[in-house]
């Protein structure tokens, strides 16, 4: 059975600084995503990772897919306030009925502090 | 706004009661799942269409559970006689197939059972 886990599971930074999330997973996968969820609201697609070595950026976050090691971070540049939230890596698993689903980690819940 | 849409957002119902959710997906998307999140846990996935076929159903999903998507458009989950267990959110994500595939998320169904 696939895992998915990230961490930390609790993250509070200052403004300004950096720091990373990491997600290992423990089976072979095509796609890694990156959702971000805020408190009551469902998730909002941030990264689609398809390819080992896949780097995007956008804003102040960078995500990366190592597909050999099993493992993809988030990076947080420079954090401001907005971006306090719970993040949520998930991989894309294809069933031997053809069909798809996305396995979740627990997710990291990023508090940033002035 | 053409984005996923769920009703209700919010639902209260006694114990042993049955309840019926809906989710509209982006209009041009074949596929469609449905997850459940509880406090603190990342979504885990219950169900999944490819057009109107349902091609896979969790081990979550026990027999109270039931989804239908007719005509390949809306979709419908009914929980038949409620548990205390069963309150959570009830997210519905939608896709279009292909190499770049995202599923977007709806706002989510809150159910609590009491």
């Known amino acids: 059975e696939l895992k998915v886990e990230q961490n930390p599971l609790f993250l509070s930074m200052q403004e300004g600084k950096n720091y990373t999330i990491y997600c290992n997973y423990s089976t072979t996968s095509d796609r890694l995503y990156w959702y971000r969820q805020d408190p009551g609201k469902s998730l909002e697609s941030l990264f689609v990772?398809?390819?080992?070595?896949a780097v995007k950026q956008e804003g102040r976050l960078m995500a990366s897919l190592d597909t050999k090691a099993r493992l993809s971070t988030l990076h947080i540049t420079a954090a401001v306030h907005d971006l306090s939230a719970t993040y949520f890596c998930?991989?894309?698993?294809?069933?031997?009925?053809?069909?798809?689903?996305?396995?979740f980690g627990k997710g990291t819940k990023l508090t940033v502090n002035p | 706004d053409t984005g996923v849409s769920q009703n209700p957002r919010h639902k209260i119902t006694k114990r042993g009661q049955n309840v019926t959710f809906r989710c509209d997906p982006i209009s041009e998307h074949n596929r469609l799942y449905w997850y459940r999140q509880t406090l603190g846990q990342g979504p885990e996935f219950l169900t999944y269409f490819q057009n109107e076929a349902q091609l896979e159903k969790s081990r979550l999903l026990s027999d109270r559970f039931s989804a239908e998507r007719p005509k390949g458009s809306f979709s419908t989950l009914e929980i038949q006689r409620t548990e205390q267990g069963d309150s959570a959110m009830y997210l519905c994500?939608?896709?279009?197939?292909?190499?770049?595939?995202?599923?977007?998320f709806g706002p989510g169904t809150r159910l609590l059972v009491l």
């Open positions: 990772l398809l390819s080992n070595g």
């Open positions: 994500a939608s896709s279009l197939s292909g190499p770049v595939e995202t599923q977007y």
């Open positions: 998930a991989v894309d698993i294809r069933t031997q009925g053809g069909s798809e689903k996305l396995v």
